[in-house]
């Protein structure tokens, strides 16, 4: 091993010395829990980036269509809080502190992301194919451009090829925002993320965070399904869901005839695109967009 590389691994033993540390001291790793019967994991929500928002002090990165993973240290979480079966070849090799990221299969392969975490056996062959992005070192000290210089130096790991800093640039312009944006979707890429450099590392739902999409789109749970009429007789017209804060509609649009014919399970929680809101708060123009495996148990 030349001196360089010894440098690089000293730093970084240090860093992990240093930052285990006052982990330790703030805030226990299993504070919250391991069996699925407590709250999930702690995670900072995004929201919806609007023109005319300021762009001051923000990083953009790209939006990963993946399941977001959160390492507390010692075991993997999906955002509902369920445990994530990854193989002991991804997972020991990464660092004793939590880590906040998206695993990833690659662009436009998100059935094959979700499979692949959401099983309870896990497959060496398609886990090869899963990264770790990791955005954010939510136990870290500091603000987001703080976390984020901690994250730099602590990445990459050179047993861990399939774990990476998620790449960041500073925002500046809304028209240059909205270039990238279109290079990216162009891409096969889903978006972009805008964290402000500011902020502290809080697990709710705040504008420090903003995804920026092509359209806008949303979450709610499945509570009945609707029969069809006319081509679709016989089988699924419609869902009825719900969402976060209660409100019901008709989603209707967007469903292969597969899905029509195997509907998504009442219960289960599904995305769906739309276009702006009615003054009663329902999306207009809703249409589906896929099953959240990642928030069903």
Same mark, same amino acid.
């Given at each position: ?78 955002r509902g ?33 979700v499979s ?17 992005? #990791? ?6 000290? &500091?603000?987001?451009?703080? /976390? @984020? +210089?901690? *994250?730099?130096?602590?990445? $990459? ?10 790449p960041q ?52 749970? #499945? ?6 009429? &006319?081509?679709?007789?016989? /089988? @699924? +017209?419609? *869902?009825?869901?719900?969402? $976060? ?53």
């Amino acid at each position: 091993m030349g001196r360089a590389a010894r440098v690089l691994l000293s730093r970084r033993a240090l860093l992990l010395a240093t930052f285990g540390a006052a982990f330790a001291l703030s805030r226990p790793v299993d504070a919250w829990a391991r069996d699925g019967s407590k709250p999930p994991p702690p995670l900072m929500l995004a929201e919806v980036y609007r023109r005319g928002m300021p762009l001051d002090d923000y990083w953009v990165s790209e939006k990963y269509d993946g399941v977001r993973g959160y390492w507390d240290g010692m075991q993997l979480w999906t955002r509902g809080g369920e445990p994530i079966a990854a193989p002991p070849w991804f997972t020991a090799p990464l660092p004793p502190i939590p880590l906040d990221g998206e695993l990833w299969a690659g662009r436009g392969r998100f059935a094959h992301t979700v499979s692949t975490v959401r099983s309870q056996t896990p497959v060496d062959a398609a886990w090869r194919e899963i990264r770790f992005m #990791v955005f954010d070192l939510p136990a870290a000290s &500091g603000d987001f451009t703080a /976390r @984020l +210089g901690t *994250l730099r130096k602590l990445l $990459p790991v050179t047993d861990a090829t399939w774990l990476f800093a998620v790449p960041q640039q500073r925002a500046t312009t809304h028209e240059a925002l909205q270039a990238l944006l279109d290079k990216t979707v162009r891409m096969g890429g889903e978006g972009l993320m805008l964290h402000r450099g500011a902020s502290p590392c809080r697990s709710e739902r705040n504008a420090d965070l903003l995804k920026v999409k092509p359209f806008d789109d949303a979450d709610a749970r #499945v509570v009945a399904h609707i029969g069809g009429r &006319g081509k679709h007789a016989g /089988r @699924l +017209g419609a *869902l009825m869901v719900e969402m $976060p804060d209660g409100k019901r509609f008709k989603l209707g649009s967007g469903f292969s005839d597969a899905e029509r014919e195997n509907p998504p399970a009442i219960g289960a929680w599904v995305s769906y695109r739309y276009n702006g809101t009615n003054p009663s708060g329902l999306p207009r123009f809703a249409r589906f967009l896929r099953v959240r495996d990642d928030m069903n148990s």
